[in-house]
């Protein structure tokens, strides 16, 4: 091998993690955060660590894609048993410490979104995007111009924050712990009502105006309906839990992958949906504006 650390980085970048430019590997086998190719000026969303004693190897992912990907300079079955064995050591010693910094991110993360919920305005009603949705202000608060919404688990503690500017752009407060953590829309659930579990916020909003009578929280996106599905059956077993995805074919496919794996109901997308809909605030959207559901 002539240049292990741009075959590293190259082996990145086959995972998806493109490291921005200039960014430099420093092979020293310590964990190192650097931008990735993306990230907003500050962030820090790529991490590495790259050994180049024997076994030359690494590891890298991107925290914000949940993207993690190992390099070995040589096949495993073309190391000794003496590399082996280190790789093996190796590999346990950082699974423990990116473990470890994970939790640290997820702390320091909880903190910062305490400090700006405690310190976030009511919401205005008339926020573009709550005029746009159709939807009341609820739990929103606003921090900058931006509605702030609370993502906490089953126990009521805050694990983070999304934020909606007035265009609709949504980004969550950066290090987040989000698997299994969701905006609690239509109160904070109890296992006393059925639990029905969208994707956003403002169709969590929509069905909670529909169903007045069951509990409606926002799984912040397709790829968590699962993770909050399944830990409202464990504390659950015998609750009524509806899963609502949206209507594109992803948002279908994780919606029945949670419904089966949680042994919940699906609700199915309505019999005509409008052009342009992709969801049930958007159908709700368009039956206001006297949208024709046969055009």
């Given at each position: 091998?002539?240049?292990?650390?741009?075959?590293?980085?190259a082996?990145?970048a086959?995972?998806?993690?493109?490291?921005a430019?200039?960014?430099?590997?420093?092979?020293d086998?310590?964990?190192?955060?650097?931008p990735s190719?993306?990230?907003?000026?500050?962030q820090?969303?790529a991490?590495?660590?790259l050994h180049?004693?024997?076994?030359?190897?690494?590891?890298?992912?991107?925290?914000?894609?949940?993207?993690?990907?190992?390099?070995?300079?040589k096949?495993q079955?073309?190391?000794?048993?003496?590399?082996?064995a280190?790789?093996?050591?190796?590999?346990?010693?950082?699974?423990?410490?990116?473990q470890?910094?994970?939790?640290?991110?997820?702390?320091?993360?909880?903190?910062?979104?305490?400090?700006?919920?405690a310190?976030?305005?009511?919401?205005?009603k008339?926020?573009?995007?709550?005029?746009?949705?159709?939807?009341?202000v609820?739990?929103?608060?606003?921090?900058?111009?931006?509605?702030?919404?609370p993502?906490v688990?089953?126990?009521?503690q805050?694990?983070?924050?999304?934020?909606?500017?007035?265009?609709?752009?949504?980004r969550?407060?950066?290090?987040m712990?989000?698997q299994?953590?969701?905006?609690p829309t239509?109160?904070h659930p109890d296992?006393t009502?059925?639990?029905?579990?969208?994707?956003?916020h403002?169709?969590?909003?929509?069905l909670?105006?529909l169903?007045?009578?069951?509990?409606t929280?926002?799984?912040c996106?397709?790829?968590?309906?699962l993770?909050?599905a399944l830990e409202?059956?464990?504390?659950?077993?015998a609750?009524?839990?509806?899963?609502?995805?949206?209507?594109?074919?992803?948002?279908?496919?994780?919606?029945?992958?949670?419904?089966?794996k949680?042994?919940?109901?699906?609700?199915?997308?309505?019999?005509?949906?409008p052009?342009?809909c992709t969801d049930?605030?958007?159908?709700?959207?368009?039956r206001?504006?006297?949208?024709?559901?046969?055009a």
């Amino acid at each position: 091998m002539n240049n292990p650390v741009e075959s590293f980085r190259a082996a990145l970048a086959d995972a998806g993690v493109i490291l921005a430019a200039g960014s430099q590997i420093i092979p020293d086998g310590k964990l190192h955060r650097v931008p990735s190719a993306d990230d907003r000026a500050g962030q820090r969303t790529a991490w590495y660590r790259l050994h180049l004693d024997a076994p030359v190897a690494g590891a890298g992912g991107d925290w914000r894609q949940g993207i993690s990907t190992r390099w070995t300079a040589k096949r495993q079955t073309l190391m000794s048993a003496a590399e082996r064995a280190e790789l093996a050591r190796r590999i346990e010693r950082e699974r423990a410490e990116a473990q470890a910094e994970t939790e640290r991110r997820h702390k320091e993360s909880a903190q910062r979104a305490a400090r700006i919920w405690a310190d976030a305005l009511p919401a205005d009603k008339r926020h573009p995007y709550l005029v746009r949705k159709g939807v009341a202000v609820g739990i929103a608060r606003m921090s900058r111009g931006a509605l702030v919404l609370p993502v906490v688990d089953f126990t009521g503690q805050l694990w983070g924050l999304q934020f909606i500017d007035e265009q609709g752009g949504k980004r969550f407060i950066s290090g987040m712990a989000k698997q299994g953590h969701f905006i609690p829309t239509g109160g904070h659930p109890d296992g006393t009502r059925p639990l029905w579990i969208a994707e956003g916020h403002a169709t969590a909003c929509t069905l909670s105006a529909l169903q007045p009578n069951v509990c409606t929280i926002a799984a912040c996106d397709c790829g968590n309906l699962l993770a909050v599905a399944l830990e409202a059956r464990r504390r659950w077993p015998a609750l009524d839990i509806v899963v609502g995805p949206d209507f594109d074919a992803i948002g279908r496919q994780k919606g029945q992958e949670a419904a089966e794996k949680a042994r919940a109901r699906i609700l199915p997308p309505p019999a005509e949906i409008p052009p342009g809909c992709t969801d049930w605030n958007d159908v709700a959207a368009a039956r206001r504006q006297g949208v024709n559901h046969g055009a």
